[in-house]
């Protein structure tokens, strides 16, 4: 079955620069999740977009910004990166109140 | 966000004996619970969900328990075995919401 997709699965950059992560749901989900998890951390809540429109937002800095296209996938941009922001980051995609389906994640490492 | 917190960091148990994860919400209008499975380095899997209309569902060796007064949520694993060690999360959601909020996750280790 298909699962969820995320590249790139691993990201080094360096403070004060840009960095794109991409996500394809599963085919025939309607809900996006972004998820930041940093080491030893439980996910924190980024953002959700839902039939491609943000739905509900969670600590997603300011910094950061996301969308979903017409094809469903979504793109978490992120910017002016901090040492802080090192963290795997994890999409999820569900059908609408149902449970969520995690991909592999992206290992950001700013440096 | 909501508040969803585990009350034991680490579990160590024997391989065959059976294992219980604890987790506690705050938020008494979420009405749907995940646990998640969380192997080092990958995504969360799921194991088990329940609604709010129920106060227990069993899937293959897990049971999961919903105490809606207390706001606690149980997973039981039975006969545990070595593959089930890794780092378990409950989530919790508001059906009115796009947004699952995690607790602090349990560490069980299995000792063969």
């Known amino acids: 079955a298909a699962g969820v997709i995320q590249s790139p699965r691993h990201l080094i950059k360096e403070k004060r620069e840009t960095a794109t992560l991409k996500c394809y749901p599963i085919?025939?989900?309607?809900?996006v999740y972004w998820y930041q998890q940093g080491p030893g951390q439980d996910p924190q809540f980024l953002i959700s977009f839902y039939e491609k429109m943000q739905s509900d937002k969670g600590s997603i800095p300011d910094r950061f910004s996301a969308q979903q296209f017409s094809d469903y996938h979504s793109e978490l941009n992120m910017s002016s990166l901090e040492l802080g922001d090192s963290a795997l980051y994890f999409c999820?995609?569900?059908?609408?109140?149902?449970?969520?389906?995690f991909g592999s994640g992206t290992q950001l490492s700013v440096l | 966000g909501e508040s969803v917190g585990l009350h034991l960091p680490t579990l160590s148990v024997q391989e065959g004996d059976n294992s219980i994860i604890n987790c506690a919400y705050s938020n008494s209008a979420s009405d749907y619970f995940i646990w998640y499975k969380q192997e080092s380095g990958k995504g969360p899997q799921f194991i088990i969900d329940i609604r709010s209309n129920m106060d227990k569902r069993q899937g293959q060796r897990v049971t999961v328990l919903l105490n809606k007064t207390v706001k606690h949520l149980s997973l039981q694993i039975a006969a545990t075995q070595p593959g089930d060690s890794a780092v378990y999360f409950c989530a919790e959601n508001m059906l009115a919401g796009n947004q699952f909020y995690f607790g602090t996750g349990t560490s069980l280790t299995v000792i063969p």
């Open positions: 999820a995609s569900s059908r609408r109140n149902e449970k969520l389906f």
């Open positions: 085919p025939r989900h309607d809900t």
